[in-house]
């Protein structure tokens, strides 16, 4: 059977994610993703109103044209988690194909929401759920699975292509967390029985966004007592504390709400992907917050919401805010300019458990953002944060397991690929034979 590659989206940068793999006549798209940087550069645009072809030009979605190229039907489209660099595209390209989207329930949830705010495009492809474990059938002779993997949103998955030459494994977006603070571990087993079975692994295709970074990734539990200890340590403190995270990592902000009941503030959650990532988790049964948890949103509510935290007294509250990044219509960046009810003074804590994203424009915002806040008298507790990326250890660790007869590094642009090229270059693979760095637009026959 033949089996082609093309590496659509995520080959040239972090973000906008697309990757198609045709075996015989069956096309599966894996991801279609934004790349946020390329829209946050612009002032107030609304990507919900743009055209597609404008969005392509603007290096904000993938260019899919390459997909004329490939002769065969498109069975599914199968976004793999549910952040935005994964799955928010498909109110752009999605109509173009006769497929169903196929996600996790959490992601179905997501893209659900994502194509309800769509302006441009009505997207009518059937949403199909299918949990981890879970299989089904790709025309004939293929047959797609779901591997159960961790990573800083819930719900995430690996999901693999069975093929009669063998397996093909699209990796993105994990890391190895074998103590989760919400759903359940890695299914490594599964990825080795994976790589040992019939053909074994035709092709990997994997993230190598930390490939450089000594080590294993921290377990989220390591995050959430490295946030216990600095919470617990504020909880004399009679003054304004305030926290952001990333909206969609539900763990985190689970462990944010817990900590704070426990130094005796009443948590509540103020931005608009915080109300509607938290919303969506609760409402799925993914998490159980306390009945008197307010999440709210619209500015306007938010802003009757900052008036009454100080009224009553900023020592009783903690808000848990967007903004980690420094986004100029956040929260906290509203805060730190000035622009809501709520005022800092000197000395209040404010905590970013979360780290800057690397890239240029998002470290130009935090770094204004902190400063901002820092003029207001805020003391800033930083870092408190565990990657949801593989590092070096968990690579090799991925290779051992699933012994791949091919290696597609993504998710980066040429300088990233580099350290995961070494590493894969130690375990005998070889750029140009079995080890294929490619750039977006390209094909790669895999079985002629």
């Known amino acids: 059977m033949e089996i082609e590659i093309a590496t659509i989206g995520g080959y040239e940068e972090v973000g906008r994610q697309m990757t198609a793999v045709r075996a015989g006549d069956d096309v599966v798209v894996f991801d279609m993703g934004l790349n946020l940087s390329k829209v946050l550069i612009h002032d107030n645009v609304e990507t919900e109103r743009m055209h597609s072809l404008d969005l392509i030009d603007m290096g904000a979605i993938p260019d899919d044209r390459v997909m004329s190229d490939l002769e065969g039907d498109v069975k599914a489209i199968v976004p793999t988690h549910g952040h935005l660099d994964h799955i928010g595209a498909i109110s752009k390209l999605a109509h173009r194909y006769d497929a169903p989207i196929v996600a996790t329930p959490f992601t179905i949830e997501l893209v659900k929401q994502q194509i309800k705010s769509e302006e441009k495009f009505g997207v009518q492809n059937d949403l199909q759920k299918m949990e981890a474990g879970e299989t089904m059938s790709i025309g004939d002779k293929n047959e797609l699975e779901f591997v159960n993997v961790t990573h800083s949103i819930i719900d995430a998955i690996n999901p693999v292509l069975h093929t009669p030459e063998g397996a093909i494994v699209y990796g993105l977006d994990k890391r190895m967390d074998h103590t989760p603070v919400i759903g359940d571990p890695i299914d490594m087993e599964r990825f080795r029985e994976i790589g040992r079975e019939g053909e074994g692994v035709l092709c990997y295709i994997e993230d190598c966004t930390n490939a450089g970074k000594k080590g294993r990734t921290p377990s989220e539990s390591v995050a959430r007592r490295h946030l216990k200890d600095v919470m617990y340590s504020l909880e004399d403190y009679d003054g304004g504390i305030v926290a952001t ?24 959650l103020l931005g608009r992907s915080m109300e509607k990532y938290s919303g969506t988790a609760e409402r799925l049964d993914f998490v159980d917050f306390p009945d008197d948890l307010g999440m709210y949103g619209h500015r306007k509510s938010v802003d009757r919401t900052f008036k009454r935290i100080m009224n009553e007294g900023k020592e ?55 400063k901002l806040l820092g003029m207001q008298g805020a003391r800033i507790y930083d870092d408190i944060h565990v990657s949801g990326h593989l590092n070096r250890e968990g690579h090799y660790e991925m290779l051992q397991a699933l012994q791949p007869q091919n290696v597609i590094p993504a998710h980066q642009d040429m300088s990233g690929f580099s350290e995961y090229v070494n590493l894969c270059e130690s375990e005998g693979y070889k750029m140009g034979r079995d080890l294929h760095v490619t750039r977006n637009g390209n094909m790669i026959q895999l079985v002629e």
């Open 245 to 268: 995270t990333f909206s969609s990592h539900i763990a985190r902000v689970t462990s944010l709400v817990e900590f704070a009941d426990d130094i005796g503030r009443q948590p509540v």
């Open 316 to 370: 009783n509250f903690l808000p848990i805010v967007t903004g980690h990044q420094g986004e100029p219509r956040a929260m906290l960046t509203r805060m730190g300019r000035g622009e809501t009810p709520y005022e800092i003074d000197d000395g209040d804590k404010v905590i970013f458990s979360a780290r800057v994203i690397p890239e240029p424009t998002n470290e130009g915002q935090r770094y204004q953002s902190e």
